[in-house]
């Protein structure tokens, strides 16, 4: 099992900045094999995937950010940073820090702080 406890969450100006921090938590060998990322959700649409990270800081980014977030981590505090620049309204959403369990079908949710994006 695994806890994710997340931090950042705010209300900012179109074109500015914020970083997301997730923080992991769980035994050695689970946190090891966990693929972190972000998903994020507007309201009246569906989750979507941001970015995701893997223990050797392998990315992947969905088109929307390209060019704009950046996913990193620290493995030593097992914690997973969302750098959001040039941000857009389109960009307010929840914003939900994943994990999931490589070669399982585990998958888990923090409790998604609020991006809100005013133009």
């Known amino acids: 099992q695994v806890q994710l406890v997340e931090s950042g969450g705010d209300l900012v100006q179109a074109g500015g900045s914020l970083r997301l921090s997730c923080a992991a938590s769980s035994s050695i060998f689970i946190i090891n094999t966990l693929v972190l990322g972000w998903d994020r959700q507007a309201p009246g649409k569906q989750r979507e995937l941001v970015a995701t990270i893997t223990r050797d800081d392998n990315t992947n980014y969905a088109d929307s950010v390209k060019g704009r977030f950046t996913i990193s981590s620290d493995n030593a505090k097992n914690t997973v940073y969302l750098q959001m620049n040039s941000l857009k309204p389109e960009d307010t959403a929840v914003y939900y820090c994943?994990?999931?369990?490589?070669?399982?079908?585990?998958?888990?949710w923090g409790q998604g702080p609020q991006v809100t994006v005013s133009s």
């Open positions: 994943n994990a999931k369990l490589r070669f399982t079908d585990y998958e888990t």
